[in-house]
């Protein structure tokens, strides 16, 4: 037998050994990848809420009864649970198994589907022994067959509520059409009206998944479980019972937000927040600031905000604010304690400071003591996000609070430098509740985990509130000796 002949052979045994996975993607899942090499950390298969989302897919196809009617699976999962990887295997098993398949996949935001989502889907299909059937692009995946490339593809789509057209397209009868919504939460309300308004195709395999954190309290992913859970099996995934997933920052998590908190109920357990895990601040609020001009605010008292860079890639920046008004002073990276010290009497002095307030959780205790030493201690404030809110009824702690009273600021008119930088930084945190029902910052290191910088600019403006300081006194008036008048100074 020659040797295209015996390749010849082995694709058609392997194209039969995947044509029994047909109706079986749990099946098709468990052959088509290297479980035990190290590569997938020599594991047996699929985690076990993996394998039930697959398993209820192949019952679904296989009866008679449900096969030609829209499977609708929400999972709502804590972080790190596997998601994007089922994703990607069921991507994967259905281009696999049926001719002309057609799969869209969208996520909350662009970045989702090129940073995770799609790379994802790259890695398995890498993985998978029939790697070599599909021409995998950044944002496609096609069969290598030029009659079919058109038809038979996954498109990674970008929604947008103005241009709906790939999702009231999705049609393709009497073959296979899967849908995903990653991140499914954040999707707007129209998306998913236009999407089910397109899944009505008979005699088609019709698979729809929606997967996300439950970030918001409402929505259309939150009524999977309500007024829709006749149309859709659910799944709630807690990351705390995953294998693979991190248990000590989950411990961590446990500790800092208390297990019964929206912040753990919905980055750990996979439950749906009480209120909404929004934004902190608003951008609408942010950019009115970024285009305000304060008036009248020179006979306020001057307050300077000093956060300390604690790591690297973080920069010490020096705030400056006066009632409505606000400026930047100095940011700075790679400075030691003596300079930053040396840059922050510099601001007290050339613009007669009346409080200065130095963050003084780790080295900005430094900063403070070197303050003190050289005789500027009179109006200075150490700060310490950690401690008790002077609110406790409404903050979980004082940076909540200082947070609160910088966004109760922003929203009654007040100037910011008119720059991006800042207004990530204010619009970056999100916010969740204590136990006790205590307004709760995300904390910096968790904002890095979602890809968003330590907000150090925000940090040094919000500083600026946690001292309450007395106006300056009015300089005494200056007395004007007519010439020819004797001086009374010798009477002193």
């Not at 799969?103 to 790379?119: C, I, M, S, Y």
């Not at 947008?160 to 991140?183: C, M, P, Q, S, Y």
């Amino acid at each position: 037998m020659s040797q295209t002949a015996e390749i010849n052979e082995l694709e058609e045994q392997l194209g039969r050994d995947i044509g029994r996975y047909t109706l079986d993607p749990l099946g098709f899942v468990r052959y088509i990848y290297p479980w035990q090499r190290p590569i997938l950390s020599n594991s047996p298969g699929p985690h076990k809420w993996q394998a039930d989302v697959l398993d209820h897919i192949g019952n679904w196809l296989q009866s008679p009864v449900t096969c030609y009617q829209p499977c609708q699976i929400a999972v709502s999962s804590g972080h790190g649970v596997g998601k994007s990887a089922l994703c990607a295997q069921l991507i994967h098993w259905a281009m696999s198994t049926c001719d002309d398949c057609k799969v869209v996949v969208t996520a909350n935001t662009g970045d989702q589907l090129k940073t995770k989502t799609q790379p994802e889907a790259t890695k398995w299909f890498r993985l998978g022994i029939n790697a070599h059937w599909f021409d995998v692009q950044a944002t496609s995946i096609a069969i290598k067959d030029q009659k079919h490339e058109r038809t038979w593809r996954t498109d990674f789509e970008t929604w947008n509520v103005a241009r709906t057209e790939a999702f009231a397209g999705l049609h393709n009868a009497k073959k296979r059409i899967l849908l995903i919504f990653d991140e499914a939460s954040a999707i707007d309300d129209k998306i998913w009206e236009v999407a089910e308004g397109a899944l009505t195709d008979e005699a088609t395999e019709i698979i729809w998944l929606a997967f996300g954190n439950p970030t918001q309290p409402s929505g259309r992913f939150r009524e999977c479980w309500g007024r829709f859970a006749h149309r859709w099996k659910t799944f709630q995934i807690d990351a705390r019972y995953v294998t693979g997933t991190n248990k000590e920052q989950i411990e961590r998590w446990k500790q800092d937000w208390g297990e019964d908190s929206d912040f753990f109920r919905v980055r750990v357990r996979g439950e749906f927040p009480r209120v909404g895990l929004n934004q902190f601040i608003s951008p609408e609020v942010v950019a009115a600031a970024r285009k305000y001009k304060a008036e009248g605010y020179t006979g306020f008292p001057k307050v300077l905000g000093v956060d300390v860079a604690r790591f690297g890639d973080d920069r010490t920046v020096m705030f400056l604010r006066q009632g409505r008004h606000s400026q930047i002073v100095g940011q700075y990276r790679g400075y030691d304690t003596a300079q930053t010290t040396a840059q922050t009497i510099r601001f007290m002095e050339e613009y007669g400071v009346d409080a200065t307030v130095v963050d003084s959780d780790g080295i900005g205790a430094t900063v403070y003591d070197q303050l003190r030493f050289q005789g500027f201690g009179k109006r200075l404030f150490e700060f310490h996000g950690g401690k008790p809110a002077n609110d406790s009824n409404k903050y979980f702690n004082q940076r909540a609070e200082i947070w609160g009273l910088m966004r109760d600021w922003l929203a009654a008119g007040a100037e910011i430098p008119d720059e991006p930088e800042l207004e990530m930084d204010l619009v970056g945190p999100i916010y969740g509740f204590s136990a006790q029902q205590q307004i709760q910052l995300e904390k910096k290191d968790d904002m890095k985990k979602r890809g968003i910088s330590s907000p150090d600019l925000g940090d040094a403006l919000a500083m600026t509130f946690a001292v309450s300081v007395a106006p300056p006194k009015p300089a005494e008036p200056t007395k004007y000796v007519y010439p020819g008048q004797q001086s009374q100074s010798w009477m002193r």
